[in-house]
């Protein structure tokens, strides 16, 4: 499968790079209302780290369901956080209510509740 849009950097044949394709293969498998995180995703793949996942989802992620990797300690993904929101409740994504003293009361992903492990559904 290639994922392109005129807006990504892909390799000289139009491709996107086997590992960015591996890595949104992974994206795509997550389930509804589950997330993984960066390093969940690594591990998965059993090579890179959250950082190589990192960067694979901001330059190539806009195809996949990129609010489904996520940071590991349940943030939002800063600049996206109410897009990202949408896509949490529609989906009934596991929150955590912000309390009054956070930043901007936005949520938090429930890690323990929507993390997935690869394997169950």
Same mark, same amino acid.
């Given at each position: 499968?290639?994922?392109?849009?005129?807006?990504?950097?892909?390799?000289?044949?139009?491709?996107?790079?086997?590992?960015?394709?591996?890595?949104?293969?992974?994206?795509?498998?997550?389930?509804?209302?589950?997330?993984?995180?960066?390093?969940?995703?690594?591990?998965?793949?059993?090579?890179?780290?959250?950082?190589?996942?990192?960067?694979?989802?901001?330059?190539?992620?806009?195809?996949?369901?990129?609010?489904?990797?996520?940071?590991?300690?349940?943030? *939002?993904?800063?600049?996206?956080?109410?897009?990202?929101?949408?896509?949490?409740?529609?989906?009934?994504?596991? *929150?955590?209510?912000?309390?009054?003293?956070?930043?901007?009361?936005?949520?938090?992903?429930?890690?323990?509740?929507?993390?997935?492990?690869?394997?169950?559904?």
């Amino acid at each position: 499968m290639t994922r392109m849009s005129t807006e990504e950097p892909v390799g000289d044949t139009g491709e996107l790079p086997a590992y960015a394709e591996r890595v949104l293969d992974v994206a795509d498998a997550i389930p509804t209302g589950r997330v993984m995180t960066y390093g969940d995703v690594a591990e998965w793949l059993g090579e890179g780290g959250p950082r190589q996942v990192g960067r694979v989802m901001a330059l190539y992620g806009g195809s996949a369901p990129w609010w489904r990797v996520v940071r590991a300690d349940g943030t *939002l993904l800063p600049g996206h956080e109410l897009r990202a929101l949408g896509h949490y409740r529609e989906e009934g994504t596991p *929150l955590r209510e912000a309390g009054a003293a956070a930043e901007g009361h936005v949520p938090k992903i429930d890690m323990r509740r929507a993390r997935w492990d690869g394997r169950h559904t």
